[in-house]
């Protein structure tokens, strides 16, 4: 009787998997559609006469001998040197997650195990920091960076996306130490294990997920950045989304454009997967992190 009572009248299901089905299709539809026009020529994706040429691809097939082409892609990472923006992106990410994950993680659990005032204050001046513009930030570091001769170099763009970065993992991670009770520390300890013993074998396996979930924010953070890398880095050292800028930057010139597109599924695609790959432990990490230990 109770699982009669509660099942859900058939009416509400079709209706609610209706919405749902809408909304993924229209979550969905522009990826899929910059997807299916990476493989059309300009003319075809770009038509002012007919929208469905993109469709057809009879321009495409004109100047290719096929409807599909993969010139946007060849021109993107092969002619344009997209690649070396990929590569910038992946050393960029990789630094950035790293070092922040790290002293986040340090501070974190730190913070949240101190017993005085003055840890409250400094979470509160993190989190005023990471409020200030970006811009702030950048113009900040700019003087130190022309005199000592940084300007334009990766590890420039990676100082300030640490410093952008860095009150945020630090927020996170002591939300997720603090619902982590401290009775676990204080067993370990009574084992033999000293403090940095016990959080390296004892909270850190714990609160995986939360490491996990604050890393790939880290790493969306970094991946996706346009200002800071647009402004602290020269051209030969750009990162992937300043470089899809810079391919809009020349639509005069005929196919430039489909480069842009190409580069733009080319980006997207990875941060698809990794979704995908590491749902369980964002939903974990953030389940955690919104339930009192």
């Known amino acids: 009787m109770s699982s009669v009572a509660h099942r859900k009248p058939v009416s509400l299901t079709i209706f609610l998997t209706i919405v749902l089905a809408g909304w993924v299709v229209l979550a969905a539809f522009p990826f899929i559609w910059t997807l299916w026009g990476s493989?059309?020529?300009?003319?075809?994706?770009?038509?002012?006469?007919?929208?469905?040429?993109?469709?057809?691809?009879?321009?495409?097939?004109?100047?290719?001998?096929?409807?599909?082409?993969?010139?946007?892609?060849?021109?993107?990472?092969?002619?344009?040197g997209f690649w070396r923006a990929a590569i910038n992106s992946t050393l960029v990410c990789l630094f950035v997650v790293t070092i922040s994950l790290t002293l986040g993680t340090l501070g974190g659990y730190a913070l949240s195990r101190s017993p005085h005032q003055y840890a409250f204050w400094f979470l509160i001046i993190a989190l005023v920091f990471r409020a200030l513009p970006q811009i702030t930030l950048v113009s900040g570091y700019l003087p130190v960076f022309f005199q000592f001769n940084m300007w334009g170099h990766l590890p420039t763009a990676i100082v300030v996306l640490i410093a952008i970065n860095q009150p945020f993992t630090l927020w996170m991670?002591?939300?997720?130490?603090?619902?982590?009770?401290?009775?676990?520390?204080?067993?370990?300890?009574?084992?033999?294990?000293?403090?940095f013993q016990a959080f390296r074998h004892v909270i850190i396996p714990v609160m995986w997920p939360g490491v996990i979930t604050t890393g790939l924010f880290s790493f969306l953070l970094a991946y996706n950045d346009f200002a800071v890398t647009t402004m602290l880095l020269s051209q030969e050292n750009q990162t992937m989304i300043p470089k899809i800028a810079s391919f809009l930057g020349t639509t005069q010139t005929k196919g430039n454009v489909m480069f842009a597109v190409a580069a733009v599924v080319s980006v997207t695609a990875p941060i698809f997967v990794m979704i995908m790959v590491f749902q369980r432990q964002i939903v974990s990490g953030l389940t955690a992190g919104a339930v009192k230990g």
């Open 173 to 195: 991670l002591h939300s997720f130490f603090k619902n982590i009770p401290k009775d676990l520390d204080e067993s370990a300890m009574v084992d033999g294990c000293n403090r």
């Open 39 to 80: 493989f059309k020529v300009e003319g075809d994706f770009f038509s002012k006469v007919d929208w469905a040429a993109a469709l057809t691809g009879e321009m495409t097939t004109v100047e290719t001998g096929g409807r599909f082409t993969g010139n946007g892609y060849e021109g993107a990472w092969i002619q344009e």
